[in-house]
């Protein structure tokens, strides 16, 4: 945790660290990688919780970032990073990120996050080629085009990736196959997503909604055991 005290965090996001090192009993790896830009960061846990940042600098917005996604790990939030099906995982993992973005967004700016920093710029700048792509292809037939198609909609359609209204108008209306109430779900699905709601669930009512099938979820591991205490978050 030392390399995280480097950088001017607040005591609320010291006291969010503490909490994630006492519940793995062990402290939080920093690497420093020279392949991030300093905007860019990554956190993983497998033996241990770590943190990956630019060996070239950082900020306090990328490390808060990468402290909720360890959170949301301490906390039980199910996850496809251990997802049993290889061939499912590059489908599923931007959704599940895109769900703990959902979950840490409001988070993030109570600890002082700049909202405009929430994520990277070329995770910004990647949304809006990949966007410009699928509004001039064709109507997907494909189930599994369909699928990926509306998660990159969904993903364009969150409030941190700054699209504007008009933007967002013309991906909704280009999404021709979803149902009509489809918004609506999916607006119970991340607002279900707050801190004292529970996570269990979240992604086989994702799955559904965008026309999986559910039994094809079987590979989620959920994370089970000790959980931190909401009163840390």
Request: charged content about 20%; overall charge positive.
């Amino acid at each position: 945790m030392n390399a995280i005290r480097e950088i001017m965090l607040s005591p609320d996001v010291l006291t969010l660290i503490g909490s994630i090192e006492q519940y793995a009993t062990q402290s939080i790896t920093v690497v420093r990688d020279k392949r991030l830009k300093p905007d860019q960061g990554a956190s993983f846990w497998q033996k241990n919780p770590e943190i990956r940042i630019s060996s070239t600098g950082t900020t306090k917005d990328v490390v808060l970032h990468e402290v909720l996604h360890l959170a949301l790990r301490a906390y039980g939030f199910p996850t496809t990073f251990q997802a049993t099906d290889r061939e499912l995982f590059p489908i599923l993992r931007p959704i599940d990120n895109l769900l703990q973005h959902h979950v840490m967004y409001r988070k993030f700016i109570a600890l002082g996050g700049n909202p405009s920093r929430f994520v990277c710029e070329k995770a910004i700048v990647d949304s809006k080629k990949c966007m410009q792509s699928l509004l001039k292809s064709p109507t997907p037939q494909n189930p599994a085009t369909q699928f990926v198609f509306t998660t990159n909609s969904l993903i364009a359609m969150s409030p941190f990736y700054g699209y504007s209204d008009l933007e967002k108008s013309l991906i909704q209306k280009r999404i021709t196959w979803v149902s009509s109430d489809f918004w609506d779900t999916w607006n119970t699905i991340t607002n279900d997503l707050g801190p004292e709601r529970k996570f269990e669930g979240c992604f086989r009512r994702t799955s559904r909604l965008l026309g999986g099938n559910p039994s094809d979820i079987g590979g989620f591991i959920y994370i089970t055991g000790k959980t931190l205490p909401w009163s840390t978050w």
